[in-house]
Structures are given as C-alpha cells and as structure tokens.
C-alpha cells in the first residue's frame, strides 16, 4: 500500500513537473499579476511573428560604398555594418540596450559616434566607437541627458546638447546646454550656450562651420528657426509668427553660401511645405507649391545639387527631388509603396539611400542612384519561416464621427478562410501627434492570419498628417472628442457584413494608451476589452511626474495643470477617476523606467481597477521605458497578447 501511495506520488510530481514546464514563464525583468497560465504551444505558435528584423539606415561611409545599419542582433537593435549590397551584416556594437542611431565621422569614417541609455530611461550618452580597435567610448557627462549630435562640415567637431534629468535635478529646472567638442579629445567640450527651456533642437552647422541653425520647439503647432554665431554666441531669431498666428518651422539647412535656410513649414498652407529661406529678411520661396501634402523630411546634397524629399501621400511616402540650380521638381523614381525613413545622401555621389517599410516587408536598406535611375537593395530582415508575401494589404477605410468630421484608418482583414463575422481590433497609435501609415504591422499579422481578426488603426482627430486644422481639433478641452471617434467607429463596424461590432477590442500605446482607458469607460457598453501599454491614466499626475525636460511641450497639448480650471478638467476626463465605469477585462502594460508616462500611471489604474473588481492583468518590466523594446519581454508581451484576445474575443 505504501508502496502504491510513493509511486502515486512520484507520478503526480512528474506529471506537475511536465505541465509547469508546458508553461510560459516571465523572466527575471518581468513583473506579471493576474496573468492566468500562459501555455508554451502559444509561445511556439507566435515565435516567427516576432522574428522580424527591421533593417534601418544610420549612415553612410565617407569614402566607401558601405552603410551603417541598425538591426536587431540577438535582443535589441544594434550598429551593424554591410560591406556591399546584399553581403552578410557585421555587428558592431552588442548591448543589452538598443542602439538608436549611429553617424560616422564625415571625412575618413575612422570612427562614428553612437547614443546609448540605460533599461529604456532616455537618459542617453553620446559614445565614440573607433573602428580599427570595436572600442566604445562614452565622452559626453553621465549625469545628464546628452542629444542631437550634429558634426561640422569638416568632421573636427560636433555640436551637442544636455538637458538635466530628474533624479539629478531636485529644483526641476529646464534648460539646454549647448556644447561643441572633438570627440577624439573629450578634454576640448566647452559649452557655449545654455538655453532657457526644453525644446531647442534640430542643430546644423553652417557649410563654413561658423554658424548654426536651430530651432525652438514650443508645440507641434508652434516652433521658430534661430541661427546662432559660434565664436561669439550671438543668436537671433529668423521667424516670428504674427500676433495670434501659430506656426510650425522644422528642420532648418543652410544653403551652400549661408545666405539661406531649406526647412519645412506650414506658414500660409494647411501642410507642411518645402521652402527657401533668406536670412536678409526676404520672404520664402516654396519649393513643393504643387503638393497638398506634408513634406515628412528631406535632405540637400550640394555633391548632386539635389534636395531628396518624401511626401506624405495617404499613410504612404513618396520619395521626390529638386534641382537645386532650377529649384525645379524632377521626375520621381518608381518605388514600391510603403513608408520611407532614415534618409541620406551618399558623399560625392548622387546615389541617395533610406529605408523602406510596408504590409510585407518589416523594412529593410535601399539606395537609388540618380544618374542610372536605379534602385538597390541592402539588406533583407524577412523572416523565412513566415510567407510575407501572403499579409494581408490594408485597404483605407472612412467614416463619419459624432459630428460629421471625416476620420480615416486602414483596415487589415482576415482572408476567407476565416467565415462568419470577424471580431475586431481598433489599435490606436501614439503621439497624439502620429499617424497610422499603411506599413509593417509585425506580430498584429499573427492575429489577422493565424486567429481571424480583422485589425483597424484609426486615425482619431488630432493625428498628424492631414493638415493642421485636424492636427489641433484634440487640443485643450477638446480631448475626449478623439473617443467619440471610436465610437463612431465602431457604429461604422456594425453596418460591415463580414465583421462582428458585438466582439471589439481596444488597444494603444503611450496617448493610445490614453485613449485605450478612457474608451474603457466611455465605450465600456460596445467593447469586449482593452490593451493599454504605458498609457496615461490621470493627465494630472503624468504632467507633475513626467521628466521635467518634456513637461512643457506636453502642457502645450494637454493643457496646463497648474490652472485650477484646466487642472479641474484634466481630473474630470482621466480615466483614473472612472475606473467604476470600467467593467471588461484590461491588459495593462508597463516599462519601469518609463521617463516620459512614470509607471505610476499603470500601477494606479491597476490598482484602481483591481479594488472596483475589473478584471486586470499586469506585466511592468524592470529593464524598459517608453514601450518594451527588448526581444525576450516582447516574446513573452506577445503570447500574453494573443491569450488577453482570445479570452476576450474568441471565447
């Protein structure tokens, strides 16, 4: 008998061993609560959906025809190198975090300089990496937040700026430091301006190297250009807006002989255009007058003597280019749609190159050639245990809102295979000043091809994009008007044959995250449940806590909590202060070290949500920010995801 009951036992721990280890577990960095137990078929099943890898362009060599790319190496983005077109990519740099961007030094390419922060806090230092030795060197002060490293036309020099971070700033004091300094002699940094506030960026030095160009970041819908004298510091502001007038500049260049500047603006147009600038006072010529869309960047090249620039057509770009002899459009390359960044001429050439993105491709490295009208692939991050060519194309949708407004957003639906009514998901982006774009919508591809739900990303009022009016119809007390935009999407999802408004889920990151919550109240009778990740639950708190470097670009959007009426206001629309309204399941998803929405935010609203007896799951990671950004969270992120929607919508 005894016997019977030791080997009854011995089979009941095995078998609980095989089941826990049938079972996804979190790692060390993850805090998860309320999670019910994730198999690890769901793990298997989503893998290659999280397997992309994301090429962009970071630089170009000076003297050879090789780039710096930036691609995920084994956990986060990483400076890799490609030698030629197509050859196999040399990592560079291996760091548990990220690396966002990389610059080479302009005239020999012996080193470039990298920024790097710590567990997603955005407290970046600008690092040296010298090529010959793979030596990384940081040169910029550890105790404050280093950016917009900018180099002089003949690469002895940079230009950067610091700004204080909060754990090192208890008088929550807001200011740029300007600097310039040989970042071969870190000995020689020497700031040359501090400057009031937290928005001035966008530096470029003058084809000489004794001026920069710059600007003053007030709002999304309000910066002016200023050129500073290096040698003596003088600055002066180039734009003023009329009285009562707002106005957007961005991106200043100067010309070849600095009597000029190219930038964007939207001054006398719903959109942001190319322009010319005089620095004698003289009105701008726009140079792209015949295009009724924002110009998303553009670069000059006195080497072609070309300006390349991408409209924004749609939710697609189109890469475009000027003479600059003529000032005159040339004819456009045929590109496949999709959406374009990272761009950048090559050194005395006229290839130009970019990175492209779209619903089947995660984005790799391009350059075209304007003398031979050719185009070029660099690298391919496609995942061959997935068919991309067989993700679904987004189709643009519309509808009309609660009052009469025109919103727009691309529509991902299952094949059909998949019959009846499919359930939805609304996955609303950032910013508030974003955009959807028809580009890679990466793991989402899983739930449209592999679960049959059909996923919608809206662009609410207040998105960028369409033109400033639109841009500013979200602002102040009009908040909560970009809800009722879902709302109003969703009435367009009932009148659809082949989707199901009865099974509707919400989801969005950062202001998404925002809008995700406060749907959860103000829609909670029309959504099955709602995924915020580092989203913003009383505007209140988020403006007292978030770092003090951004709190007043953010108080231009949201409004002004040290106003007892806008505070009363804030309070009244925070979904902090609703959560008894909040009755379907919430996911929320959090980074710790978050410096621009403080992980207060997610543990009050789950704390909050958990006493009104909602059903909640939690997962903060220690070892991330703004978003997970990291490979192992966002595998473990993912199969949470996909278990979070099949209980919600496939029950």
């Known amino acids: ?286 140079l792209s007058a015949q295009h009724k869309f924002d110009v998303d960047d553009f670069e000059v090249s006195f080497d072609a003597n070309r300006i390349a620039f991408i409209t924004n057509e749609r939710g697609s770009h189109v890469l475009r280019f000027i003479d600059l002899a003529t000032r005159k459009e040339l004819p456009r390359p045929p590109l496949f749609d999709g959406v374009i960044g990272g761009l950048e001429w090559r050194p005395k050439s006229d290839e130009v190159g970019f990175s492209i993105t779209s619903a089947r491709s995660a984005g790799d490295v391009f350059s075209y050639d304007l003398k031979a009208n050719k185009l070029v692939r660099w690298t391919n991050g496609n995942n061959p245990a997935v068919n991309t060519s067989a993700f679904v194309e987004p189709r643009l949708i519309k509808w009309k809102s609660f009052d009469g407004l025109e919103i727009s957003g691309f529509h991902y639906q299952p094949s059909a295979k998949f019959t009846g009514k499919r359930p939805v998901i609304i996955n609303v982006h950032g910013g508030p000043e974003s955009q959807s774009r028809a580009g890679f919508i990466g793991s989402n591809n899983y739930l449209v091809n592999e679960l049959g739900v059909a996923v919608i990303f809206p662009n609410v009022r207040g998105s960028a994009g369409f033109g400033k009016t639109f841009l500013k119809l979200d602002n102040g007390k009009k908040r909560v008007d970009s809800v009722k935009d879902l709302g109003a999407l969703i009435d367009w999802i009932k009148e659809q044959p082949d989707l199901d408004a009865d099974r509707v889920q919400v989801r969005g990151g950062s202001y998404g995250g925002y809008v995700t919550l406060a749907a959860a109240y103000l829609l909670n009778d029309r959504i099955a449940g709602s995924i915020s990740v580092v989203g913003i639950s009383n505007f209140v708190t988020f403006l007292e806590r978030t770092e003090s470097y951004r709190r007043d670009l953010r108080r231009a959007e949201y409004g002004d909590e040290r106003d007892p009426e806008m505070r009363t206001f804030l309070e009244s629309i925070s979904p902090l202060n609703h959560t008894a309204e909040m009755k379907k399941p919430m996911f929320v998803v959090q980074g710790f070290n978050d410096p621009r929405v403080p992980y207060t935010e997610a543990e009050q609203i789950k704390s909050a949500l958990a006493k009104a007896g909602t059903p909640v799951w939690f997962l903060m990671a220690r070892d991330e920010g703004h978003g997970f950004a990291k490979k192992d969270n966002t595998d473990f992120l993912l199969a949470a995801t996909v278990e979070f929607t099949k209980a919600t919508l496939l029950k």
Request: charged fraction near 25%; glycine fraction near 6%; proline fraction near 8%.
């Open 1 to 286: 008998m005894i016997r019977r009951l030791c080997l009854a036992a011995a089979l009941a721990f095995v078998a609980n061993a095989q089941a826990q280890e049938d079972l996804l577990k979190p790692n060390a960095n993850l805090i998860a609560e309320g999670l019910p137990p994730i198999p690890m078929e769901t793990m298997k099943q989503v893998a290659p959906y999280n397997d992309f890898k994301l090429s962009r362009l970071y630089s170009w060599h000076p003297i050879r025809r090789e780039v710096l790319v930036g691609q995920r190496l084994q956990n986060t983005i990483q400076v890799q190198r490609v030698s030629e077109p197509g050859a196999p990519l040399e990592p560079l740099t291996d760091f548990r975090d990220g690396v966002p961007n990389a610059s080479y030094q302009p005239t020999t390419g012996e080193y470039f300089l990298f920024p790097r922060a710590e567990g997603g806090n955005e407290t970046f230092r600008i690092y040296r990496f010298d090529v010959a030795t793979k030596t990384a060197t940081p040169f910029t002060p550890e105790s404050e937040r280093a950016s917009n490293p900018v180099w002089s036309p003949n690469g002895d020099r940079i230009a950067y700026t610091t700004q204080p971070v909060d754990r090192n700033n208890p008088d929550k004091k807001v200011w740029v430091k300007l600097h310039i300094v040989n970042p071969l002699k870190p000995e020689t940094d020497k700031v040359f301006a501090t400057l009031d506030g937290g928005g001035w960026g966008s530096f470029t030095f003058s084809q000489d190297g004794r001026r920069l160009a710059f600007l003053n970041y007030k709002s999304i819908n309000e910066s002016d250009l200023w050129v500073m004298d290096i040698a003596t510091g003088r600055k002066r502001q180039i734009t003023r807006a009329a009285k009562g007038e707002q106005v957007s500049w961005n991106k200043p260049r100067f010309s070849k002989d600095g009597k000029g500047l190219y930038a964007t603006t939207d001054r006398d147009s719903e959109f942001q255009r190319l322009v010319y600038l005089p620095l004698n006072g003289g009105e701008e010529q726009v």
